[in-house]
């Protein structure tokens, strides 16, 4: 029997899926925390490989603080649910090809509209934002929205967020509130087995090529995957480090540059006669001097 108040918290000790765990064996479903309040603990970014479990542990989570609004017992060994106004969820999309709207384009009036009407006191879901277009708008976008999302004075509501893109675990240490989470992952030579654990930290991992080979992916296909992304991962790598190398050759040469610059210029003003100099001769000199700096 939960304890349902205006606290603003919302601690689940050892949630389940009231649904999902009625389809599995009795004892199987894997029970998780949950803590979120209205101060440190606002926004949580839950990262770690896809079937990992990320997506039912965050529908369980509002799953229960319905339940427990409307009066119900709830699937946990104890439930402190401070009451929310709304729960928002953002948990898949779908094409409306009959009013020209993408997934992406659906995704991202639901994220519109949460940002609209989210207060303080309400509960939002987000399972990936970003996904449907580049890398970098993707991450752009989920990160303005985790900022704006955790911003007290802007929204502040208790959210879970979860996403692939691993730069978002930075913001923990930025910005007052967030904290991360993932879902823990056992590796065994090349398999990985979903212990469906969420635990506190980041990760890094996303494990693509090992969910496409449990899902079925022909061997050819995961093994010619697994060759691939080690092509791009060194060819990242070469490219962060020669970029490094070439941002400071640069920085070193514009200074080096910029100095030749200066040298001449003053050089130059050693020979101006500032008591004989007119004033069009002065404008000019300037105008002489901003065109050598450029």
């Not at 996403?163 to 879902?183: A, C, F, M, R």
């Amino acid at each position: 029997m939960p304890q349902v108040d205006n606290s603003g918290v919302i601690d689940i000790k050892d949630g389940r899926h009231p649904v999902i765990e009625k389809m599995l064996p009795s004892g199987a479903f894997v029970a998780n925390n949950t803590y979120l309040d209205k101060d440190g603990n606002r926004l949580s970014i839950i990262t770690g490989p896809n079937m990992a479990g990320k997506s039912t542990y965050m529908r369980q989570v509002a799953l229960i603080t319905l339940m427990a609004q409307i009066g119900s017992f709830v699937p946990a060994t104890s439930a402190h649910i401070g009451v929310v106004d709304k729960i928002f969820t953002r948990v898949g999309a779908s094409d409306d090809l009959s009013m020209g709207q993408s997934t992406f384009m659906v995704e991202m009036m639901e994220v519109a509209n949460i940002l609209k009407e989210a207060t303080s006191n309400s509960l939002v879901v987000l399972d990936e934002i970003g996904r449907g277009t580049s890398t970098y708008d993707g991450l752009s976008i989920a990160w303005a929205v985790a900022e704006y999302i955790a911003n007290k004075e802007k929204c502040g509501a208790k959210t879970l967020f979860a996403t692939h893109y691993h730069e978002l675990t930075q913001l923990e240490d930025t910005l007052e509130g967030v904290k991360n989470y993932s879902i823990a992952v056992k590796e065994k030579g090349e398999d990985i087995i979903f212990l469906r654990k969420i635990v506190n930290g980041g990760t890094d991992e996303s494990y693509g090529v090992h969910v496409a080979k449990l899902a079925g992916v022909p061997k050819v296909v995961t093994q010619r995957a697994n060759e691939i992304l080690k092509k791009i991962e060194r060819k990242n790598v070469l490219v962060n480090k020669n970029s490094e190398k070439e941002n400071k050759k640069q920085v070193d040469g514009q200074l080096d540059m910029y100095n030749f610059k200066l040298a001449e210029i003053a050089h130059e003003l050693d020979k101006v006669n500032i008591n004989e100099l007119t004033p069009i001769d002065a404008l000019n000199t300037l105008v002489k001097i901003k065109e050598e700096l450029k």
